[in-house]
């Protein structure tokens, strides 16, 4: 079981501009946003710190709005994510049927093809059959 593909040797350096890229890529697509909602939590904590003494029952409400939100931003994320499904349905809807029309009619060709070419196939032991019972008869008969 030598498979050659694990023989080969992987270069051992690996090629700056994909690494640059990757790393750029990377810095902008989790770092920064990653780095943007820790400050936005941080800078919502120090504006609700500064605003003063707080009665338990406004602490509780601040909560729950804190934990609604990150479901609210999941819902409209599924939403979104709902709407253009059923966007892609729809013009997947207009797209297909002529395509399913053109497949009827090679699988409608094709079907015909094959049942030309095995009546073709069998027509000549049809033919033996038909005079081997003929004769068959004959012979039976005298």
């Not at 902008?28 to 120090?46: C, E, R, S």
């Amino acid at each position: 079981m030598s498979d050659p593909l694990l023989k080969t040797k992987l270069p051992a350096t690996r090629n700056p501009h994909t690494l640059r890229a990757h790393r750029r890529e990377s810095f902008w697509q989790i770092i920064l946003p990653l780095l943007l909602v820790v400050g936005l939590v941080a800078w919502l904590m120090v504006q609700l710190l500064q605003a003063g003494p707080a009665s338990s029952e406004q602490a509780a409400q601040v909560a729950v709005i804190l934990l609604a939100i990150p479901l609210l931003l999941l819902g409209i994320a599924l939403f979104l994510a709902l709407v253009v499904l059923s966007l892609g349905v729809a013009r997947l809807g207009r797209w297909l049927p002529p395509q399913a029309l053109r497949l009827q009619d090679v699988a409608r060709s094709f079907n015909s093809q094959t049942q030309r070419a095995a009546g073709l196939a069998i027509r000549p032991l049809l033919a033996i059959e038909s005079w081997a019972m003929a004769l068959n008869r004959l012979l039976k008969r005298g």
